[in-house]
């Protein structure tokens, strides 16, 4: 099997990258539409907050 030198994808970089930035959201419309504090928003994009189930 083929190793790989490459980290994973963080949530961080999914949710700015996949949705974000196609989107043309802010941090402060997402936080917003998913109605949570942008705080929270802006430490799961700078990987500084885990995402949990509820």
């Not at 083929?2 to 402060?28: C, D, N, S, Y």
Request: proline share 4%.
């Amino acid at each position: 099997m083929l190793m790989t030198a490459r980290k994973p994808a963080t949530v961080g970089e999914i949710i700015t990258e996949e949705f974000m930035q196609p989107l043309g959201l802010t941090q402060a419309a997402l936080a917003e539409a998913m109605g949570v504090q942008r705080k929270h928003v802006n430490e799961l994009c700078n990987d500084r907050r885990n995402v949990t189930a509820a």
